[in-house]
Structures are given as structure tokens and as C-alpha cells.
């Protein structure tokens, strides 16, 4: 068997510009309030990949340790989003981002 | 070779999940697809060594984000309103997709002709031979101290917010509805 070298950062980057362009696009084109907050969610989890990527890269845990608090912040995120569109569905019929056009007042 | 074919696999996994988040009609559908986008990337976390990471990435994201975001999708009822019919902002659809496209072709030009800056640090260098969970318990509890405590607060806020936002209050809030009536029930009226 060929032994070919494993992966560098290159590869990795890449795809993580990948997911974080396929999140960003799903959040401009998507008009449901939960689908684009997943759009969020997969920016993140881009991000969090070229995180963990530098940090092997540069040899510092610093990228690791800043992944952790990506995670918490989202989760947090995610409670007070999925919390607001409870709110605002037992008020109005629909929670895609039309029918939030009403909060421009 | 292996560490290939383990990135290509994830890759694909992932790749494929972001593209049913985003394109499928169902909510649920778009759910189930981030699982695989998350245990994608929990994958190449392994890969890249981080270990630790990738089991909260699957502990916290598909085990506890993903089922708040079905459990809210379910509280809700699958969303009726398919959101690729109506379209009352004209090119927004291909708008969203042109600047998609150029933010991808301009990241992946960025990763493809820069180069990586930065200097390895000085005090939370990978070590070879110490567990991951202690490496990054060691760097978590001195370093970043100060940055973890005031997550449990950002924490407490959340919980406090969450509550408060979800808390039914039968004297306000509701728009235009009779007593009585049903509010899901009720037609859409808009100023």
C-alpha cells in the first residue's frame, strides 16, 4: 500500500469554507424561522472545525479550548431562539421570517 | 491512506448533511440531516485530535440541540407552511444563492493561496503524551478561568430568558384574539 501523508490543514479549511458557504446561502434562501437557526448551527460547527484545525496546526489548545465555549454559547443560543419562537407561534399562525415582518413596525 | 479515507467519508457526511438541512422541504428532515453534518464533523474532530470535543459535539449538539430543535418542531406540528411556494421578496431565492456561491469561492481562494500565521503558543502546547481531557482541563481551569466562569453566568441568563420567554401569561401578549378563542385557530390578522 502507498503510504500517502495524512491530511494537512489544507483539506480540512476547505471544507469547513464548504459547510460555512452551504450555511450561509441555507440562511439567506430559507424562510423558516427553525431551518435557518440549523443554518446558524452548521455555520458554527464550520467554524469550530477550522478552529480545531488551526489548533493542531499551531500546536495550541487555545483553538480547543475556544470550540468549548463556541458550544456553550450556542447551546445557550439555541434556548433563548427555540424559546422566542415558542413565543411568538402561541401569538401568530406561521413563524417563517415573513410572518415576522410585522416587527419592523 | 486511512487518514484519507476517514476525511472523505466525514466529508462527504458532512457535506451531505448541510445540503439536506438546507434543502429539504420538512423541518424534521432538515433536523435529522444536521445530526449527520454534526457527527461528521465529530469524526474529523478524532481525526484532528480532539477527542474530547468530539464526544461533547455529540453529546451536547446531536444529543441535546438537535432533539430541542425536533421537540420544538414537534410542540409546534410539522410546519405547515412550505416555505418555497410564496415568494414576496422577488431574487432573494437567487440572490441567496450567487452570494453563497462567491462567499465559498472566496473562502476556499483564501485557504488555497494564504498561508497560516501564528505563532505555536507558549503555554497550551499540544503535548504527545498526556490525555486530551487533561490537557485541555489544565489549560480550561488557568488560562481561561475567568472566560469559564462567566459562561456559567451567560448560562443562568439563558435558563432565566428561556423561562421568562416561555411562560404563558394569559393577560398579555396574545394579539387580537377573543376570550375564548383559540389562538392557533384563529385567521392571521396583520396590520
Known amino acids: 500500500m502507498l503510504a500517502i501523508a495524512p491530511p494537512g490543514p489544507g483539506p480540512y479549511l476547505a471544507l469547513s469554507a464548504a459547510l460555512f458557504a452551504l450555511g450561509a446561502a441555507g440562511l439567506l434562501v430559507r424562510r423558516n424561522a427553525l431551518v435557518m437557526f440549523m443554518c446558524v448551527e452548521l455555520m458554527l460547527n464550520a467554524v469550530n472545525l477550522s478552529f480545531v484545525t488551526l489548533a493542531r496546526e499551531l500546536d495550541d489548545l487555545g483553538g480547543q479550548i475556544a470550540v468549548f465555549f463556541v458550544l456553550v454559547v450556542a447551546a445557550a443560543e439555541v434556548v433563548v431562539g427555540l424559546g422566542i419562537i415558542v413565543a411568538i407561534f402561541r401569538r401568530r399562525q406561521g413563524a417563517t421570517a415573513d410572518d415576522l415582518s410585522v416587527l419592523k413596525g | ?191
Open chain 2, 1 to 191: 491512506m486511512v487518514a484519507w479515507i476517514v476525511f472523505v467519508l466525514a466529508a462527504v457526511i458532512c457535506l451531505g448533511g448541510g445540503a439536506g438541512v438546507v434543502l429539504a422541504k420538512n423541518p424534521v428532515h432538515s433536523a435529522l440531516s444536521l445530526v449527520a453534518t454534526l457527527f461528521g464533523v465529530a469524526v474529523l474532530f478524532v481525526s484532528l485530535d480532539a477527542e474530547f470535543l468530539a464526544a461533547v459535539q455529540v453529546i451536547v449538539y446531536a444529543g441535546a440541540i438537535v432533539v430541542m430543535f425536533l421537540f420544538v418542531i414537534m410542540l409546534l406540528g410539522v410546519d405547515r407552511t412550505v416555505d418555497a411556494e410564496a415568494d414576496p421578496l422577488p431574487g432573494q431565492r437567487v440572490g441567496g444563492i450567487v452570494a453563497g456561491v462567491a462567499l465559498a469561492a472566496g473562502l476556499i481562494g483564501i485557504v488555497a493561496y494564504g498561508t497560516i500565521t501564528g505563532a505555536p503558543s507558549a503555554n497550551g502546547a499540544v503535548q504527545a503524551d498526556v490525555p486530551n481531557i487533561e490537557q485541555l482541563a489544565r489549560v480550561l481551569f488557568t488560562d481561561y478561568l475567568w472566560a469559564f466562569e462567566i459562561t456559567s453566568v451567560l448560562l443562568v441568563i439563558a435558563v432565566v430568558g428561556a423561562v421568562s420567554l416561555a411562560r404563558h401569561r394569559r393577560d398579555a401578549l396574545v394579539d387580537t384574539d377573543l376570550p375564548g378563542d383559540d389562538d392557533v385557530l384563529e385567521p392571521e390578522v396583520t396590520a
